[in-house]
């Protein structure tokens, strides 16, 4: 498994529900270039999927600093930029 799919799976490895609902992930090519994190979809469908599941993709890229935005794309779609924020609901201390 690519390392940045591993950190996701990593930081929701306590909790079965979050990582059944991730499973779609498994079958993006995610890479990091500067700022970014690039998602490359299967397909459209795919790609619906996979931006559904943003809101469970950011507090890991979050918390360590690596990126600023996903770039989530697909063949023959256009390219879906969202931005990296760290949730206010996050309690860093535990």
Sequence with gaps: M??????????YREDPQIKKLLVPLRTCRISRSWDSIH????NLEHH??????????GPPF????????FIVTAPGCIQNTYSIQ???NIDLFN
């Design 2 to 11: 690519e390392k940045l799919k591993l950190l996701v799976f990593s930081y």
């Design 39 to 42: 998602i490359e979809c299967l």
């Design 48 to 57: 619906a999927e996979i931006s559904k599941l943003l809101i469970f993709l």
């Design 62 to 69: 979050a918390l360590l600093g690596i990126a600023k935005r």
């Design 86 to 88: 760290l949730p206010s």
